[in-house]
């Protein structure tokens, strides 16, 4: 039986990687860290999974939780935010965090570390991106691009005291999403999204990007990183597949950088008053017109890395929020 310990088990990816962790045919006992008061109900219907009360940016905590010569830490937890109002905290969880995990999982000599960053971890290209890809991060003006990107700085000094496997998820569809692709999907059910931005970006189904993290932490001779792609699609095609999925009419109208620069703004005004993170905001927006393309043949050939079609990621996100009621606001 091998052994696992996963951070962020009880989200969006992590729910699914466990799943796929019990799908496998040798058996998996897993520890799963949560924050204290946080939901973890549906990580209890698993007979194998031990949760575990922690946080990454308490030491001690961590050095408690993780099993002594684990097999693979999986490090999931994150902050994902864009609003440059939590810049401080989203740099302590992606970057002293991750500092805290590499050193706990060293001291608990465990067997192999996959660093979950993201594709955000390279900036912004025009080029597709592959692993050799030089990084604009730092000069992105994004705080989550920075941070994934310092992070894995952090993952590559370690390397020599513990493997590490870097990977970098695109935009990720499909089931227990609450926050990313699923507010475009409730945001076009509820009639509040009337066109689509002019961006290109690539598309993967959790349950690929699941199943390459569970590669990542079985396979042998791998490389130290790699990017995790999907499908291709301009941002017109993914909208109008979601529409396709809800049976609602198609979006015709395309929303212009300066229409859109004029949201960020007025968003930002409503985020002032609410106190609520902006529903679009400027590094949001930089992504949405700017163009993202994948090279993940390194991932293809190493982990066998899948793309599931576009149309089958937004069916299986949208059936899931309709299960749980989370479509009407």
């Known amino acids: 039986m091998k052994t696992a310990f996963v951070t962020g088990a009880a989200g969006f990816i992590g729910l699914n990687l466990i799943e796929e962790l019990n799908q496998e045919k040798e058996e998996w006992n897993i520890a799963a860290l ?3 008061g946080e939901d973890i109900r549906r990580l209890s219907p698993f007979a194998n999974v031990r949760t575990l009360e922690g946080n990454i940016l308490n030491r001690d905590s961590l050095l408690k939780a993780i099993p002594e010569k684990v097999d693979v830490v999986f490090h999931l937890a994150g902050d994902t935010s864009t609003w440059s109002k939590n810049n401080a905290r989203q740099y302590r969880i992606n970057v002293e965090g991750t500092v805290h995990m590499l050193d706990a999982a060293v001291k608990k000599k465990a067997g192999r570390f996959i660093y979950t960053s993201s594709i955000s971890a ?10 050799a890809t030089v990084s604009t991060a730092m ?3 994004v705080n989550y691009h920075r941070t994934k990107f310092l992070a894995e700085q952090e993952v590559r000094k370690r390397s020599r005291m513990l493997k590490t496997v870097i990977l970098n998820p695109c935009n990720v569809i499909g089931p227990y999403d609450r926050v990313n692709w699923a507010q475009t999907i409730q945001g076009i059910y509820n009639g509040k ?10 598309f993967a189904h959790v349950k690929d990007i699941a199943r390459a993290h569970v590669q990542a932490g079985i396979r042998e001779d791998l490389e130290r990183q790699y990017v995790l792609g999907g499908t291709q699609a301009t941002f017109q095609e993914a909208f109008n597949t979601i529409t396709a999925v809800l049976n609602k009419k198609h979006l015709n109208k395309p929303l212009s950088k300066p229409m859109l620069r004029a949201a960020v703004f007025i968003f930002k005004l409503k985020s002032w008053i609410d106190k609520k993170e902006p529903a679009l905001s400027l590094e949001k927006y930089k992504r949405i017109v700017g163009t993202q393309i994948i090279d993940d043949r390194r991932a293809v050939r190493d982990l066998d890395h899948r793309k599931t079609p576009l149309k089958k990621m937004f069916e299986d996100s949208y059936n899931w929020l309709l299960q749980e009621n989370l479509l009407k606001e």
Request: charged content about 20%; cysteine-free.
């Open 193 to 202: 999204v009337d066109g689509y931005p002019p961006g290109i970006g690539t």
């Open 139 to 141: 000069k992105s003006g």
């Open 34 to 36: 949560y924050l204290p």
């Open 122 to 131: 390279f900036g912004f290209h025009e080029d597709p991106v592959s692993e």
